[in-house]
């Protein structure tokens, strides 16, 4: 299948574009950074999501929109704007088969920087209004909402063992998914599924879940 990814100069996005390479896919990736990916089956392109021109691509049949920024000022323009931006693009055609937005556990409990939650809560609401207007080509569209994942973005608390402990205290589970797992489901549930839609998926180690009772 012809797969669009957004983000894949590092991080998740990048898991994710190399999860659908190791399966024979032809994988179309756009980043504000270079890519590192070297693959007979890639393509990048140097682009802001958020603002400037996005290049032609006809056929999308997965789109993945992973590219996003934290607390940077400009996080509704890009996390939400330029989602909807890509998406609008490339997604209404017949060729499309999935679309798949990367939200975040914020858009649940509203953690994390103000701007942020808020843009990835908008992400989630925007993926159920995809759903409902992709579902005419047989297309699905859903969301996946990750908790903390061992990034390089993430490092500041990951290398900080006061901060990491007081994060393990309430994740139920005592650990945080790694690229590779989100791009595990992304695979499924982009590539995959073919009769869920319209749903988010919160993957997030159990921290939603945990609560203090004092009797």
Known sequence: MNILITGTGRGIG???AEKFLT??????GFDILPSSISHAKYTHYV???????LPDIPNVEVLVNNAG?????AD????????????????F???IKSVLFIASASASTGAEFPEYAASKGGVVAYMKNVASRVARFGA??????PGGVLTKSNAHVIDDPKLWRQIMDVTPLKKWATEE??????????AVNRSMTAQDILIDNGEASDFTFVW
């Open 14 to 16: 990048k898991a994710i």
């Open 23 to 28: 399966h024979g896919h032809d994988v179309t």
């Open 47 to 53: 682009a802001d999501v958020a603002a400037g021109e």
């Open 69 to 73: 920024v934290q607390n940077s000022g």
């Open 76 to 91: 509704i323009d890009v996390n939400l704007k330029g989602v909807i931006r890509v998406t609008e693009k490339y997604a």
């Open 93 to 95: 055609s017949e060729s």
């Open 140 to 145: 699905t569209a859903n969301s996946l909402s």
């Open 181 to 190: 797992e989100i791009a595990e489901w992304a695979y499924f549930v982009a």
